[in-house]
């Protein structure tokens, strides 16, 4: 079992910048690929980012592509979401979630996930 427990949301105005971190507990993080996701009220929940279990291998959504960066830390079990340029459409609870094997934008291959943390980016 993995537990994941996201912090860093809050309130930020349009350009501004947050970074939301992931800390896991329970089994090897280390070989886990994590994603990032957010869901906004009365919407699916949609991909954002993914990154491999050694970091070199990243994908983001095009809709955060050039303004969110992902990374991670292994020996801290942490995993991170830089966000930047923020805009009012960026409003959602963002998740992080840990997988077995590769990357994957689909959140139906993730088998942990947190508890997620609220982002609202005024405009």
């Known amino acids: 079992q993995v537990q994941l427990v996201e912090s860093g949301g809050g309130l930020a105005q349009t350009g501004g910048s947050l970074r939301l971190s992931c800390v896991a507990s329970g089994r090897i993080f280390s070989t886990l690929a994590m994603g990032w996701f957010r869901q906004a009220p009365g919407k699916e929940r949609e991909f954002v980012a993914t990154?491999?279990?050694?970091?070199?291998?990243?994908y983001y959504a095009d809709s955060v592509k050039g303004r969110f960066t992902a990374s991670r830390d292994n020996a801290k079990k942490l995993v991170y979401l830089q966000m930047n340029s923020l805009k009012p459409e960026d409003t959602a609870v963002y998740y992080c979630a840990a997988k077995s094997g590769g990357t994957s934008s689909d959140s139906a291959s993730y088998e942990f996930w947190g508890q997620g943390t609220q982002v609202t980016v005024s405009s």
């Open positions: 990154i491999s279990w050694v970091g070199g291998i990243i």
